[in-house]
C-alpha cells in the first residue's frame, strides 16, 4: 500500500465516521485509526476493513457524497498525520450516547465531539 492509498482510506474513515463532527473529532477519530494500524501492524485499509469495526464498511460506497466536506476531512486526517496523539493512545470510540459492553473494558480517555473514546 502506498502513503497516498493510507492517506486515502484514513481520510474516508473519517469522512464515514465523523464527518458531522468538529474537527478535534474528526483528528481524534483519525489518531484511533493510525493507533489501531500501529498497534496492530497492519495498514490503515486493512485496519478499517476488519470485521464489525466500522460499520460504513458494509454495504455502503466508498465514494464521498458531498466534496466539502470529505476535503475538510482529507485536512483532518492529514492534521492527524502530523500531529501528536492527543488521544492518549485510544483504539476505540462510540456515540456518547451508547454503551456498548466492550466499553467497561477499556479505560475512559475523553469525549471528543460526540464521541468518547478509550483504550
Not at 9 to 23: D, G, I, M
Not at 76 to 105: M, Q
Request: charged letters at 15%; a positive charge; glycine letters at 4%.
Amino acid at each position: 500500500m502506498t502513503l497516498l492509498e493510507g492517506f486515502l482510506w484514513l481520510a474516508l474513515n473519517v469522512y464515514h465516521e465523523a464527518r458531522s463532527e468538529p474537527q478535534i473529532g474528526q483528528i481524534a477519530i483519525a489518531h484511533v485509526t493510525l493507533n489501531r494500524a500501529q498497534q496492530q501492524d497492519i495498514s490503515i485499509e486493512e485496519v478499517i476493513k476488519q470485521p464489525h469495526q466500522f460499520q460504513w464498511v458494509r454495504g455502503k460506497t466508498y465514494f464521498p457524497d458531498n466534496l466539502p466536506v470529505f476535503l475538510q476531512c482529507m485536512r483532518s486526517a492529514f492534521i492527524a498525520l502530523n500531529t501528536n496523539d492527543f488521544t492518549a493512545g485510544a483504539t476505540h470510540f462510540h456515540l456518547k450516547n451508547r454503551s456498548p459492553k466492550w466499553s467497561s473494558h477499556l479505560t475512559y480517555i475523553n469525549q471528543y465531539g460526540s464521541h468518547k473514546f478509550y483504550r
